[in-house]
Structure formats: C-alpha cells, structure tokens
C-alpha cells in the first residue's frame, strides 16, 4: 500500500499554523520557553487573597472647636459639600456635623484613578479655604489607600514580665516598629492601644481650696520651669562660635515635685504638696487593647501594625518581617516582652493561592485520567500537555498586564479549565478520526494532521470567538462586585486565545511525534460510493 | 455510534417524536425558570465564606464611659474563652481594631469614643476545624447577645464576618432621608423596630447619636466681667481641672518622645457622685478661680448650671439628611427578609404615613398624613450592590447574547441558523436552575444562586454554542461535499459530534467539580455543571430538531443522493 504525499492547502488558520510548526525544530524549544515563562510567572507574581479594588476617596476633616452640630452643619458641611459636588467623578459624598468637627466624606465611582481622583479633592479643598469660618481650624483632607490602611501583619506585644515600667514597654516597642519600618517594602508600621510615657500631676481639689490656689496658677507654674528654648550661639571677638544655653530644667520625676508654685502665708508651696506626681502613662487616653489567650488570660498589649507598599508581594513582605521578628526573639525575651501573631495576610494569600493552585492540578489530572479512558493514553497525555503550555501563557500575560495572583484569578483559571481542553480535545478527536478512516492509507501522517486540524478549524475558531465575546461585557459591569470580578473577563479570553494557538502548534507536532497511522485494510464505508482521491490530493504534484 | 444516528434519525423522521422533543425542553424550561419566583431556587449576591476570624463589635449608647464598655467587652470574651476553637481574642476599647475588608467600610477608622469597642477572634485554622465560621457565628450570636446587651441599655453587639466578596456597611441598608431631624429619628426608631421582628435579620442598629442628658454651665456674663474674669479663662480652667492639659514638656535623649508633663484634678477629687444636677453642683462648689486681682471666686458665683440634652450628630449623604438602619443577615439571603420587611413597613406604617414607591425597584417615599412631611427611604448597603451586579451581568448577558448572534449571523449569513444556536445556548438555564435545585437538596447549608453562577451562565452561552456551532458547520460539509441528503446528514453529524461534545462536557463537568465545593465559587461550578448536561442534551436532541425543521439549513442540490441508500 503506498502513501501518497498530498500538497494540502490548509484555508484555515489552524491547518496554517499547524503546517508551519509541524517540522519546525523550534517548536519543542517554543514549548519549554512557555513552559518556563508560566512557572517564572507564578513564583514572582504578587500574591494576595483578594484582588485590589480601586476605590478612590477621602476624608476632608475641619475642626471647630466648641461648634455645635447645627453651627458645624451649616458653616462647613453645607458649604463644604456644595463644592465638593462640582468635582467630577464623585458617587456618594457624606457630611457628618459633630460637636467641634465637620467631616466630609468623598466617595469616588469604583475604578476612577486614585491618585488623580486624590489631587481633585485636595485642590478644592485648597482652592475654597476663604469660605471656611473664622474660628475652624485648617483642614485636614486624607486620602484613604487600601494598599496602606490594610495592614498585613499585626503583632500583639505584651508584658511578661510584670517589672516592666510601661515607659521602658513602650520604648522597646518603638524601636522593633522602626526596625521592621526599615524592612523591604513595608509601608507604614502603627502601634494601636499604646501608651505613652507621661508625667502625671494631680492636683487635689481639696487641698487647692484650702491653700487659695487656682489651676492656671499651677498650669503657669509647671509651664514656666519645663520649657524647651534654643540655645545662645555667641560668638567671641575672634569670630568663634560659643554656645551656651539654659537646658529644661525638668530632668526628673523630682524636679516636677519640687516646683514652687506659690508663698502662702509666707511659706512656699511645693507641687508635692497640694498634688500627686508619677511617671506613668497617658491617663487621658482612653484606648486600651488587650489580648486573651489560654496560656496568657487577658493581658494589656500593645498592637503594631505592618502595611505593605501597593503592587509588592504580601508573601514576601510577612516573611522578611517574620524573619526579622524572629532575629528580634531572643531580644525580646530578654526584655520580658512577649508577642502573639495575631494577623498574617501574607500566609493566608499564600494558602489561598496553593489550595487554588492544587486544585488546579488535581482538576487536569482527573481530566487527563478520563481522557485515557476516551481517547487512549497518547492522545491524553497530548491533550494534557496544552493544559500547562496554556496557563503558562496565561500567566505571563497576566503578569505582562500588572496583574496579581489570587482567589479570582486562579477561578477564572480553574473556570477556563474545562473550556481550554476543548480546543485540543475537538482536534485530537478529529486527528483520531482521520487516522482511522478508510481514505488514510493514502495519505502520509502530515497530511493527515494538517487537514484534520484544518477542518475543525473553521467552527472552533468561530466557537472559541463566541465564548470570549461572553466574556467581553463582564469587563463592564459597574461597581465593587465588577472590579472585584475583574479577572475573569480579563484572563478568560486570554486562556482560550492561548488554547486555541497551543491547539494548533502544538497538537499536530505531539501527535506526529507520538501517533501512528493503525494498519488497516481500507474497506467501504457506507456513503463513499467510489474509490476516489479527495480533490485536494493531487498524486502527480504531490510525489516530491 | 450507528445506533445513535438511526435514534436521531428515527426522531427527525417523526412528526409527533419531534413536536414531542420541543413540547419536552420547554416544559423542563418552565419548570426550571418557576424555581425562581417560588423560592424552592433562593438568590443572594454572595455565600457565606468560611474564614479563620471573625469580629465583635460593641456599641454602648453614646455617652457610656470606658469603664462600661469595658464590663460588656469582658463580658462577651467570658462567652468566647470557652470555645475551644478559639486561639486568641484582642480587645481593642475606645477604638477599632486593625483595619481589614470588613472595617473599611464599617467606619472602623473613624471609630474614637469611649462607648465603643471591637473584639478580634482569631480562630484554628479552617481546615482542621469542623464547625464553619459562619455556622459558629450563627451559634453564639444569640448567646452573646441575650447575655451581655442587657448590662447596659442600648447596647448593640455585633458578629461581623469577613465578606466573601467586596465589602458593604451591613447586608440590609435603610437610609432614610428628611429634613426634619425630630421626626426622621422616630421614623428610624419605627423601621429598627420591623427589622428586630423580620425573621433572618439580626444586629438591627440605628447608626445615630443616643439622646443623653448633659449640663451647661452658663456664664453669667455681668458678673463674670465684675469678678475680674473672663468667658475664655472660666472655659480653660474648667478644662484643664477635668479633662487635663499638658503643663509642659521633659524633653528625653534616651526616650523615642517627648515626655508631657500632664496636669489634672486627681481622680478621687474629681469624680463626680452620680448624674444628678445636685452632684454636679456639690463638687463645683468648692472649686475657684483667680481673677486678676488674685482674689479667688467660687465658680458656682458666676455660671448657671442648666441640664441640656446633647445635640445628636447630623448625617448626610449626597447633601440630604438621613440616617441608616442597619440589619445583617443569619445565614440567608438578604433579599427575602428585605422583601419581608419591606411589605411590613407598607402594612404597618400606612396609617401615619402615604406610602408610595419611587425609583428604583424596592425603594420607598414616605408622607406624613399630618404634616405632609415627605421621608424617602432607599435600600443600600449589600441590597444595592445585589441589585446593581445582577442588573449590571444581566445587561453583560443580553450584550454577550447580541454579540453571539452577530457573529454567527457574519459567519452563516443566516438569520435562522443564529436564532438555532441562540435557542440552544440560551436553553442550557435549565440546567443552571436544575444544578442549583440539586446542589441544595444534598448541601446541608442552603446553596444560593449567586453573581458567581450567573457568571458560570454567561460562560455557558459560549460553550453549548460552541457544540451547536460544530454540529452546523458538520452537517452542512457532509451535504455540500458527500452529497448525503439534509435529515440524514444531521442525523450522521449528530452522531459524530457526539463523541467531542461528550468528551468537552465531560471536562468541564470534571473541571468544574472542585471549583462547586468552593463556598464562593461553588454557585459558577454548579451552574458550568448543570448548565453543561442540560447543554449536551438539548444540542444532541433538540438542535437537530431544529435543524431539520430549518429551511435555511437546507444545502441539498441536484447532486444529492437519495435517501434509500442508507436505510
């Protein structure tokens, strides 16, 4: 039986693209390139759990102090809120009269740039800073950015040992704050519930009657002796500086006790005298956190906060930080300061991403085992082959495009799954077919595999165009859910346009390399009525 | 192979066979679209996502101290020390707790006042625990609230889950809009009320300034300005005696701050009894300030004390006043209890009010029969995000449908053949509708059909198109270059194709089974799944119906062999 060498003009892309790459040598090279590109992709891809949603807005926050609600309603809110209207692109805004504050809320449409959308608002702002009353304060306009209010890490920070003054408690913690500042791509660190070191003076009302006194008098008194002033820079006849200054007189706990704050009946009155004095804590603050645990019970601790810079791996921010606080341990246990983690975005995006990316796999080997099952083990070890040049290449544009890796793009992933095996499925199917039909004998493998995935080329490429069309409108959905959902619509198409070139390429090449013609005898088949030639195999030009 | 293509064909050759296959889909299609308005189907945006925290929040009726809000933080952490699931529990009194999705846009940043507090539960890691977040939340809600809220009136408690999705204020928004501030409260104070009795909604709060009593020391300014002293001083002092000031500062090389020096009446002298005005006027009697001459003036001399009611913050939004009723959902849709709610407000306060519906969908406008005061009440929150997502993915579909059509119309240049692969497209909603019946009668937890499973629809258009499009483009070559006659090529075609199209459905259906476990996404694999059976069936049944019954699929000529040749 003798094999004819067809010229088989492919018409479509798909039977082209499978001529070009059929003899390349390139074309395994071309594999492990995209191969590479998608795991490269994957490992150095932002993670995150959920993706960004740019919302754009702020607060403009104008005190007035001793304002009541109405006062502040109609000199700042009213006014604020009428400009804050004429600038474009602002959904929601809201006003909120307080006593001694107005605060204006601004709410952008989801979507519109922060940065630009940011400048709008603190230019009117600025713009209209004559119409606020006399007595309100400077404004305050703060933009809010998720990237940097949502902190990633948090670490609760508490006292082990009970010596600890909370002055000393605090400084310690400052410095680890300053220190994990100084880490790579971490934005902004804040402590929450802390408090600070302060000098407490309280001043018995009882004994203040009794001694004539009157609390400006103690206020003054204080005031006098604990200032800060520059010092003196003199210089001497022969133009050298000397320098020369009268420090804070405040140097201890003592010196607080020991001012005079007035004579009475001719005898000086101490502050000690008529008040209390300690070094302690910020009494006034009334922010306090606590953390209970069952080892600890409920203990008094201090929360510091790490925030990561927009666009950077949250991955890889928590470790460095949680390898620096490992360093910090021993320090720390030391010090008598202990720590709980109680937040890690970062190893939570992680986990989120390897269950999706386990998922993943383990959905394209359930396909891969029943494609054994229908189409034999070659053609579903082919078939299985696209499935990671495909996400590959789904990836690294994905990656090209600024995108991050996290739950919503692994799902658009995982939906395409099923759609992106079609393609390679539709032409092995169809390369199964041929192989096996009467009129194979005639023709050599190439020929075979360029027409079969010619044929269906035509409907899948039409079909392939009708699911990404699908896709396309999704980008428009408005709102918090659209943005949120913005990966699908953004890597489904994507996906299938790679499953249909990977299709193409690399389906015809894996099968020329893996396939063979089965041994026949060509037989009648129902509705070839004669023995003929298909007409695009011409014998005479074909014999090369 | 063969016998499928005789069944087609048996079917194709029948008259009533045929009528039987269309009466049959659109019968299923009925039955399928009824789950819907008949709420054996239920509906919500977004599941609920099983997570490893969840939050606490406390709110004390404005006014409350720290030390109160303390006593109802402890307890609540006295309930939740004895879950052994728990890990860890960080209090956060007077403030909120480290911003995340869910706090963003709860106000947990504006949140600076001594009658509030948030609570962080970190729990053991989802995978090793087998009650789920949502389900634990659902248990000690009830517990906590019935325990710890009556410690002080007007205490709200609220268990705040991490979204699934994007966040909102609450699941179920009531703004209400009016300008008086009097009467817009009480009508606030009114729908609370239908919200604390409609099954499914819970931490029902009004998010407004509780009315307290507090005092005015009204200066009395003749003589004040006799005494020798001024307004501002009498202000200042009285500050400075209560509240406290900074005196100063200790500047400190070894300590990362400057060092305050804090002045202040002591605590045990400035404690006030209760919050009687005779109290009040006890503990103000003895205090006196220097005028300039340096002779000492009681205060009591020159101020009058007047008991006030404090003036509640004003809201506004879009420059309109209002005020938000606020409700979260317990394990269902927002939808219904919004639904229940609403009626409730039409029934219950038609009497004082003309009721009359506005804008958009659900929303309300509100008359006061007496004053003829007009109240608009507008859904938010989760409700409007609801209505916008699945308005704005029913707008995606009806455009991906167009885009659909056009392209196979420039493709065939048919318009009947379009409307056959948009039939068999469209049909695969069955099969959604059906998935999701299914999937709730074996899931314990009610299974919703979410945005997620409209997207899973959407995606479905593509794919059953795809089967259709193929089985077309076959049929077609097998009548132009075979020669083979119309039914029986649609009848070899069917069968040919069925292999492929079995084979990509079953893929999808494999692919699509971890992605229906998932709590968010399980609502897009249970529609790819059902969608793509229903899918199969209609293209292997009822397109080739359709097709034979098409003129326009008609490429037969004089070449065509008869139909005895292949009986």
Same mark, same amino acid.
């Given at each position: 039986m003798s094999e004819i060498k067809c010229n088989y003009k492919p018409k479509d892309i798909a039977g082209k693209l499978a001529l070009i790459f059929l003899h390349n040598p390139l074309t395994p090279l071309l594999a492990v390139f995209?191969?590479?590109?998608?795991?490269?992709?994957?490992?150095?891809?932002?993670?995150?759990?959920?993706?960004?949603?740019?919302?754009s807005g702020g607060a403009v926050i104008v005190p007035m102090p001793g304002a009541t609600p109405k006062e502040i309603e109609n000199v700042i809110v009213k006014p604020l809120e009428e400009k804050i209207r004429e600038i474009k692109g602002v959904e929601y805004i809201y006003g909120i009269a307080k006593h001694n504050v107005g605060i204006v809320n601004v709410q952008y449409y989801i979507g519109q740039n922060r940065e630009i959308s940011n400048l709008k608002l603190y230019d009117k702002v600025m713009q209209n800073m004559d119409m606020l009353p006399k007595n309100a304060m400077q404004p305050l306009v703060k933009p809010f950015d998720i990237d940097i209010d949502i902190p990633i890490l948090t670490f609760a920070f508490y006292k082990k040992d009970p010596k600890?003054?909370?002055?000393? +408690?605090?400084?310690?913690?400052?410095?680890?704050?300053?220190?994990?500042?100084?880490?790579?791509?971490?934005?902004?660190?804040?402590l929450k519930g802390a408090h600070k070191r302060q000098f407490n003076i309280l001043v018995d009302l009882g004994k203040l009657t009794g001694y004539h006194l009157s609390m400006g008098?103690?206020?003054?008194?204080?005031?006098?002796?604990?200032?800060?002033?520059?010092?003196?820079?003199?210089?001497?006849?022969?133009?050298?500086?000397?320098i020369f200054g009268v420090p804070n007189a405040i140097e201890s706990i003592d010196d607080v006790k020991n001012i005079m704050v007035a004579n009475y009946m001719g005898s000086?009155?101490?502050?000690?005298?008529?008040?209390?004095?300690?070094?302690?804590?910020?009494?006034?603050? +009334?922010?306090?956190?606590l953390i209970w645990t069952k080892e600890l019970h409920t203990k008094p601790q201090y929360t510091l906060e790490v925030s990561k810079l927009k666009g950077t791996n949250a991955v890889f921010v928590a470790n460095d930080v949680l390898a620096l606080m490992e360093e910090l341990k021993p320090k720390l246990q030391k010090e008598g300061i202990g720590y709980v983690l109680t937040r890690n975005y970062g190893k939570r995006a992680n986990d989120a991403v390897n269950e999706l990316v386990d998922h993943l796999l383990i959905t394209i080997a359930i396909i891969a085992v029943m494609l054994v099952f229908f189409l034999g083990f070659k053609e579903a070890l082919i078939v299985t082959f696209t499935v990671p040049a495909i996400l590959a290449l789904t990836l690294f544009v994905a990656y090209i495009t600024g995108q991050s890796i996290n739950r919503i793009t692994l799902f658009a992933f995982l939906l395409s799954l099923g759609l992106l095996v079609d393609a390679a499925i539709i032409v092995i199917e169809n390369i199964h077919r041929h192989l096996h039909e009467h009129d194979a004998v005639y023709k050599d493998m190439d020929t075979i595999l360029v027409e079969a995935t010619d044929e269906i080329g035509a409907p899948t490429n039409v079909a392939t165009v009708a699911i990404i069309l699908t896709m396309v409108p999704m980008a428009f959905v408005g709102g918090m859910m659209g943005e949120f959902m913005k990966p699908i619509p953004y890597n489904v198409p994507v996906a299938l346009l790679a499953s249909l070139l990977v299709a193409y390429i690399f389906t015809p090449y894996l099968s020329k390399k893996l396939l063979k013609k089965p041994h026949m005898h060509h037989h009648h088949h129902h509705f070839q009525k004669e023995e003929k030639l298909p007409p695009e195999c011409d014998i005479d030009g074909g014999k090369q | 192979m063969k016998k499928f293509e005789k069944f087609i064909?048996?079917?194709?050759?029948?008259?009533?066979?045929?009528?039987?296959?269309?009466?049959?889909?659109?019968? #299923?299609?009925?039955?399928?679209?009824?789950?819907?308005?008949?709420?054996? &189907?239920?509906?919500?945006?977004?599941?609920?996502?099983?997570?490893?925290?969840?939050? &606490?929040? %406390?709110?004390?009726?404005?006014?409350?101290?720290?030390?109160?809000?303390?006593?109802?933080?402890?307890?609540?952490?006295?309930?939740?020390?004895?879950?052994?699931?728990?890990?860890?529990?960080e209090s956060f009194l007077g403030m909120g707790a480290p911003l995340d999705y869910a706090g963003l846009v709860k106000g947990s940043v504006y949140k600076n006042s001594e009658n509030v507090a948030e609570m962080v539960v970190n729990l053991t890691d989802k995978h090793e625990r087998q009650e789920r977040s949502y389900n634990m939340v659902h248990r000690l809600r009830p517990v906590i609230q019935s325990k710890c809220?009556?410690?002080?009136?007007?205490? #709200? %408690?609220?268990?705040?889950? $991490?979204?699934?999705?994007?966040? #909102?204020?609450?699941?179920?928004?009531?703004?209400?809009?009016?300008?008086?501030?009097?009467?817009?409260?009480?009508?606030? $104070?009114?729908?609370?009320? %239908?919200?604390?009795? #409609?099954?499914?909604?819970?931490? &029902?709060? %009004?998010?407004?300034?509780?009315?307290?009593?507090?005092?005015?020391?009204?200066p009395n300014i003749d003589k004040i300005q006799k005494s020798g002293l001024a307004v501002e001083q009498v202000q200042k002092i009285l500050y400075l005696a209560f509240e406290g000031m900074d005196a100063g500062v200790k500047n400190s090389e070894e300590y990362p701050a400057q060092i305050p020096l804090f002045l202040r009446l002591s605590d045990e002298t400035r404690r006030v009894e209760d919050k009687s005005l005779q109290a009040i006027k006890a503990k103000l009697q003895s205090f006196e300030?220097?005028? $300039?001459?340096?002779?000492? &003036?009681?205060?009591?001399?020159?101020?009058d004390i007047v008991p006030v009611t404090n003036e509640p913050t004003i809201m506004?939004?879009?420059?309109?006043?209002?005020?938000?009723?606020?409700?979260?959902?317990?394990?269902?849709? $927002?939808v219904y209890p919004l639904l229940d709610a609403r009626a409730k407000i039409i029934e219950n306060l038609g009497k004082e009010y003309k009721i009359e519906t506005t804008d958009y969908l659900f929303n309300l406008r509100l008359t006061d029969k007496k004053t003829g005061e007009v109240f608009d009440l507008k859904w938010g929150g989760e409700m409007k995000v609801t209505l916008d997502t699945f308005r704005d993915l029913g707008l995606a579909f009806i455009a991906a449908l167009i885009l659909i059509y056009l392209l196979i119309v420039v493709y065939y240049k048919s318009y009947t053949l379009s409307n056959i692969v948009m039939a068999g497209s469209f049909l695969s909603i069955i099969g959604v509708i059906f998935g999701h019946w299914v999937a709730d009668l074996v899931t314990a937890d009610t299974f919703f059909l979410t945005a997620t499973s409209l997207i899973g629809f959407i995606a479905l258009m593509g794919i059953s198109s795809r089967n259709s499009i193929l089985l077309i483009d076959f049929a077609k070559a097998l009548m132009i270059e075979k020669h083979i006659p119309k039914r029986r090529s649609i009848a070899i075609a069917t069968a040919t194709r069925a292999r492929p199209i079995m084979l990509t459905a079953i893929a999808i259906i494999l692919g699509s089974a971890l992605l229906a476990s998932d709590p968010i996404f399980g609502g897009l694999g249970v529609a790819l799944i059902g969608g793509t059976v229903a899918a199969v069936v209609v293209s292997l049944l009822f397109i080739p119906v359709l097709m034979d019954n098409a003129k326009a699929m008609d490429f037969t000529d004089e070449q065509t062999r008869s139909e005895e040749e292949f009986k």
């Open positions: 995209l191969l590479a590109i998608g795991y490269l992709s994957l490992e150095i891809m932002p993670r995150e759990e959920d993706p960004q949603i740019a919302i600890l003054s909370d002055g000393e +408690f605090y400084k310690l913690i400052r410095q680890i704050k300053y220190k994990i500042n100084g880490v790579k791509n971490v934005s902004k660190t804040a008098q103690i206020m003054q008194a204080v005031g006098s002796v604990a200032k800060e002033v520059p010092e003196v820079k003199d210089r001497t006849k022969d133009k050298k500086i000397v000086p009155i101490y502050i000690k005298d008529i008040a209390t004095v300690e070094d302690g804590i910020d009494i006034q603050n +009334f922010k306090e956190a | 064909y048996s079917i194709l050759d029948s008259r009533p066979k045929k009528a039987l296959v269309i009466t049959l889909i659109l019968a #299923t299609l009925a039955a399928s679209v009824i789950l819907i308005p008949t709420k054996v &189907v239920l509906v919500k945006m977004l599941p609920g996502k099983s997570a490893n925290t969840f939050s &606490v929040y %406390i709110d004390l009726p404005t006014g409350s101290s720290i030390e109160e809000t303390k006593k109802v933080n402890e307890c609540v952490l006295d309930i939740l020390k004895k879950e052994k699931e728990v890990t860890d529990i809220e009556p410690l002080k009136k007007g205490t #709200t %408690i609220k268990l705040i889950e $991490q979204p699934a999705g994007p966040p #909102t204020l609450a699941a179920v928004v009531a703004e209400i809009y009016g300008e008086n501030n009097k009467e817009r409260r009480k009508l606030a $104070q009114k729908v609370a009320d %239908i919200f604390r009795h #409609t099954d499914g909604l819970v931490d &029902v709060d %009004i998010m407004e300034d509780d009315i307290f009593r507090k005092y005015h020391l009204k300030l220097m005028n $300039q001459k340096g002779m000492m &003036v009681p205060l009591l001399e020159v101020v506004h939004k879009n420059l309109r006043r209002y005020t938000n009723v606020i409700a979260e959902t317990d394990l269902v849709s $927002q």
